[in-house]
């Protein structure tokens, strides 16, 4: 809406210049305010006519690019990151040409532009080395296809979902709503961990202690059925309880689950779990063991019994002197 704006405002001041007949004063203007452009000198006139034709043929340029990229994302048989990949570097080859051929219809030497590329690339080597690579890692991301959209993944220390992938960032969404904003860079030069690569089934698990007296083998079935009613824990992986470890105060059960919705959160599925295993075991009268400790005190000193009083003193008495 704004650039619509901007071009009717330049319309009608043209339109104004050209009914009061000062059009052909302010061209004569233009076309001799020269300004040196390295070795060559162009007017004002032509540079505005350069940048007026590069607009519309970038207008036009756009245009076409979003048009491509419905037409490319309407393509189901081609994965999502490699469509991705093709409507980007389509729209940015229809972006180049146009400015070329915009450039060119005005009759500006294209030679001119190794100045601003000489400076450009000296830019990209001193200081925009992070953004170049974020640029190539994001490219990168979309050809091997190492996350797409969807996926939870975690990288450093950010955990979530992968709702945008663009050329340079990638927006993950945490499960607190919390969005952040992460270079692409940083997927492709340290490790990261993708919960939904290969499939999106994540493993998790509780524990329990149980008292040496209790019937383990009828146990574990119950808490495995038991776990298999959260409706968010995986049918086709059923849960499975092991015994672990002979622990100090009992025996310890680890009951394992799977989950196909990681991006739903984890503490939820749990806490449903722990109360399905703490129900089975209040119906079948089964106790959670308390630690019990045993302290005893090393060297310790004997109790002093019947200490006597402290003695008065006796010393003379000073009423005076007996005969």
Known sequence: MSIEKLVAACVWIGFALYITGLWPDLIDLLEKTVLPLGRYKVSLLTILQAVASVMGTLMVALWAGAALEQRLMRLDSVHSSIRAV??????????????LVSLSLVGIDLT???VFGGALGVGIGLGLQKIVGSYISGFVILL????????MVTVDKYYGQVTRINTRYTVLRGLDGVESVI??????SGPMQNFSLSDRLLRLSTKVTVTYDTDIEKLLPM???AAATVPRV?????PSAVLRFFGPDGLEIELGFMIVDPENGTF???SEVNLAVWKVLKSNNIRIPYSQREIRILNEPMPVVGVPPIAKDL????SGDTE
């Open 234 to 238: 995986s049918k086709e992986s059923p």
């Open 86 to 99: 093709m409507a980007r570097m389509a729209r940015a080859v229809l972006i180049l040409i146009a400015v």
């Open 268 to 270: 939820g599925v749990t």
């Open 112 to 114: 001119v532009l190794s």
């Open 223 to 225: 808490l495995d059925a």
């Open 144 to 151: 091997e296809r190492s996350m797409a959209i969807g996926d």
């Open 183 to 188: 270079p692409n860079e940083l997927f492709v």
């Open 315 to 318: 010393a003379p008495s000073t």
